[in-house]
């Protein structure tokens, strides 16, 4: 299947790895050309140059700290200036681990600035392009979370649901004009992420992280942790000319772990 995607511009938060950089590659290797963002541009470089010429040529990165609103402004000036991009995956990381009465106020407000306040902002500035070229694709990965809450995981399960109402908002006023707005939800998907999630259950319980993580899998239908891969196919078709009617939903890429419909 033809996704459509040669010779669009896509910009990924995120992207020095796990999730982010499994999207960049996959939206890269569909044809996009691909602006990867993410504190580490070492780290995002590491991963370009072990990528086929033909496609590392149409990656880029970038450096964005999305806890700071300069670099979130310098980042959308340095994109504007190229005009815009046609595909925003917008991508926070996880925050640390907490009850949800454990944590201080300071904590929730920097957390909101990094993995909500800071996307909206940089979607809205970068949105204008994508509205007068009438067509655009704006994704966010956030988590299962969103649909079951995960213990322990207070600030991730909170500020997810802010960008889930902005995303249902903002996909109604942007659908006439050609632009779809999706989130992705990844469940266990194995990433560095993931493996700091079950450390940090195996040292609260006294357990090994291979027992965590043997018990998690075993929570899972499909049995076992998905891969970068399979979750950054799923974005690439949200992103693609395939996609064009679908908006304001929130696709599960979990192997059926959350058992509601």
């Given at each position: 299947?033809?996704?459509?995607?040669?010779?669009?511009?896509?910009?990924?938060?995120?992207?020095?790895?796990?999730?982010?950089?499994?999207?960049?590659?996959?939206?890269?290797?569909?044809?996009?050309?691909?602006?990867?963002?993410?504190?580490?541009?070492?780290?995002?470089?590491?991963?370009?140059?072990?990528?086929?010429?033909?496609?590392?040529?149409?990656?880029?990165?970038?450096?964005?700290?999305?806890?700071?609103?300069?670099?979130?402004?310098?980042?959308?000036?340095?994109?504007?200036?190229?005009?815009?991009?046609?595909?925003?995956?917008n991508n926070s990381g996880g925050p640390p681990p907490g009850a949800a009465a454990e944590i201080a106020l300071d904590l929730w407000q920097?957390?909101?600035?990094?993995?909500?306040?800071?996307?909206?902002?940089?979607?809205?500035?970068?949105?204008?392009?994508?509205?007068?070229?009438?067509?655009?694709?704006?994704?966010?990965?956030?988590?299962?979370?969103?649909?079951?809450?995960?213990?322990?995981?207070?600030?991730?399960?909170?500020?997810?649901?802010?960008?889930?109402?902005?995303?249902?908002?903002?996909?109604?006023?942007?659908?006439?004009?050609?632009?779809?707005?999706?989130?992705?939800?990844?469940?266990?998907?194995?990433?560095?992420?993931v493996d700091q999630l079950d450390q940090a259950t195996a040292t609260k319980q006294g357990k090994s992280r291979d027992d965590v993580a043997?018990?998690?899998?075993?929570?899972?239908?499909?049995?076992?942790?998905?891969?970068?891969?399979?979750?950054?196919?799923?974005?690439?078709?949200?992103?693609?000319?395939?996609?064009?009617?679908?908006?304001?939903?929130k696709l599960r890429v979990d192997g059926g772990m959350i058992r509601g419909v």
């Open positions: 299947m033809d996704l459509g995607l040669t010779g669009k511009r896509a910009l990924v938060l995120g992207s020095s790895r796990g999730l982010g950089a499994a999207v960049a590659r996959t939206l890269a290797r569909e044809g996009a050309t691909v602006i990867a963002a993410a504190r580490s541009v070492q780290d995002t470089k590491a991963w370009i140059a072990a990528e086929a010429p033909d496609v590392a040529v149409r990656l880029s990165a970038h450096v964005l700290d999305l806890s700071d609103r300069a670099s979130v402004d310098a980042l959308a000036d340095a994109v504007l200036a190229q005009a815009g991009v046609d595909i925003l995956v920097t957390q909101f600035a990094a993995m909500a306040g800071h996307l909206f902002h940089l979607s809205g500035r970068l949105l204008p392009p994508m509205l007068a070229r009438g067509w655009g694709r704006i994704i966010t990965i956030a988590s299962s979370g969103i649909e079951q809450p995960i213990p322990n995981l207070a600030l991730s399960n909170g500020l997810r649901m802010a960008v889930l109402g902005w995303s249902k908002t903002l996909a109604a006023e942007v659908a006439p004009k050609g632009v779809t707005v999706n989130l992705v939800l990844p469940g266990r998907i194995h990433t560095d992420r043997k018990a998690s899998q075993a929570a899972i239908p499909m049995g076992r942790y998905g891969r970068p891969e399979e979750f950054a196919d799923a974005v690439a078709f949200l992103a693609s000319e395939r996609a064009g009617y679908i908006t304001g939903t």
